[in-house]
T-cell receptor
């Protein structure tokens, strides 16, 4: 049982480059999330998808786009990376039936923008 | 806007003692609150969920309280062990988003032998 799988684990980008972070879950969850974590800031929600076909902005959406490709997959795209986007990115999923349930997190993607 | 506050200073305690961590929130009345543990280099792992109509929840050596009047949750680890050393995060659902979770910055706990 893989849970939530993120790729890649590490990435270095140059300013202005684009990339897509991939996330897949195998728990049949409805909700999926993208967070970023910076020292002293905790986890901040970038985007959220309550169900397949829907997405919603979180606390810090600027500079990012997302796609809920199907129920399993939720990708995060940086169109033009900036040094301020250097962070650890976590994907999570929750809610088999839409009720309040725990969130399961991936192992994180460590992104450095130089 | 909603705000979650956790003590940013690390909590250092001796093995065997009870650790108590605090989570305060403002501008919101959440239906539930969750606690997570995060180890260095890893994603958070769910520990406990407590609903607004529950005052207390227990799981093994863990206990969570939820005071909706004070807008505060306390997280207790009894008989603490060095293996309990980690960062502990509280999380609440966004206003209007039942499962849309926001997190506090977390409190780092260090249990010394």
């Amino acid at each position: 049982n893989a849970g939530v799988t993120q790729t890649p684990k590490f990435q270095v980008l140059k300013t202005g480059q684009s990339m897509t972070l991939q996330c897949a879950q195998d728990m049949n969850h409805n909700s999926m999330y993208w967070y970023r974590q910076d020292p002293g800031m905790g986890l901040r929600l970038i985007y959220y998808s309550a169900s397949e076909g829907t997405t919603d902005k979180g606390e810090v959406p600027n500079g990012y786009n997302v796609s809920r490709l199907n129920k399993r997959e939720f990708s995060l795209r940086l169109e033009s990376a900036a040094p301020s986007q250097t962070s650890v990115y976590f994907c999570a999923s929750s809610g088999r039936d839409g009720s309040m349930t725990e969130a399961f997190f991936g192992q994180g993607t460590r992104l450095t923008v130089v | 806007s909603q705000k979650i506050e956790q003590n940013s200073e690390a909590l250092n305690i001796q093995e065997g003692k009870t650790a108590t961590l605090t989570c305060n929130y403002t501008n919101y009345s959440p239906a539930y609150l969750q606690w997570y543990r995060q180890d260095p280099g890893r994603g958070p792992v769910f520990l406990l969920l407590i609903r607004e109509n529950e005052k207390e929840k227990r799981k093994e050596r863990l206990k969570v309280t939820f005071d909706t009047t004070l807008k505060q949750s306390l997280f207790h680890i009894t008989a603490s062990q060095p293996a309990d050393s980690a960062t502990y995060l509280c999380a609440l659902p966004f206003s209007g988003g039942y499962n849309k979770l926001i997190f506090g910055a977390g409190t780092r706990l260090a249990v010394h032998p």
